[in-house]
């Protein structure tokens, strides 16, 4: 990845501290975490996986067998996905819209598999698009001062392997997948990521409850 220290294993921690332990992280607006705090969303699975094909396989449709039983117990609850990865030439927040049925790996992955052109999943679909209104998120986002745009390249390498993988397996039941690139520190702080993350999450839970996205005026701007 060619980063120093990857920024999604410190997000995943620090998210994982503020709802479990009950830290608030610092440098994050105290509005933004008690908007969110009183949102009622509920985070799972904040853990860093293994940058590999294999846990990518193993991995995925075990998440989205949990989610299914888990809306199933639920029936009133809604329920997605939101995968995070860094992208060490960006800026920027990357929303990616959609995943590639390829894999082509131009360094090995943390197994020692390789790839060159290689289906993610055997007769699917070459191209899977994130259900999500994406132009609607923006926007909110946007209105909240965070630093991101639309991408239609997620690469060919793990980022994109377990975003095609996991568009694949949720489809069918009806939950909705987003993979988020976000920049190295030097970039974009931690403090600022976290928020960012935090916005983002309050907009997708929005758009599953299907709320109207939030105005300008009503929208606090944790980050300028």
Avoid at 179 to 187: G, I, L, M, T
């Amino acid at each position: 990845m060619g980063v120093e220290e990857n920024p999604t294993s410190a997000i995943c921690e620090t998210l994982r501290k503020f709802v479990v332990e009950r830290r608030r992280p610092e440098g994050v607006p105290a509005e933004l975490l008690a908007e969110f705090e009183a949102s009622a969303v509920v985070l799972e699975g904040l853990r860093a996986l293994e940058v590999s094909a294999e846990c990518c396989r193993s991995e995925v449709p075990e998440l989205v067998k949990h989610l299914r039983e888990r809306r199933a117990s639920l029936p009133d609850s809604a329920a997605a996905i939101v995968h995070l990865g860094v992208a060490g030439d960006r800026p920027h927040i990357s929303l990616e819209c959609r995943g590639v049925n390829e894999a082509s790996f131009r360094v090995p992955d943390v197994k020692g598999w390789q790839c060159c052109g290689e289906p993610v999943v055997p007769d699917s679909a070459p191209v899977l698009f994130s259900s999500l209104r994406l132009p609607e998120i923006l926007a909110e986002l946007h209105d909240r001062g965070v630093n991101c745009e639309i991408s239609t390249d997620a690469g060919r390498y793990v980022c994109n392997y377990i975003y095609f993988q996991s568009l694949h397996y949720a489809s069918p039941a009806d939950i909705p997948v987003l993979f988020v690139h976000v920049p190295p520190f030097q970039h974009m702080g931690h403090a600022t990521q976290v928020a960012a993350v935090l916005c983002l999450l309050l907009a997708v839970s929005r758009q599953l409850q299907g709320a109207t996205p939030s105005a300008p005026q009503a929208t606090q701007r944790p980050l300028g």
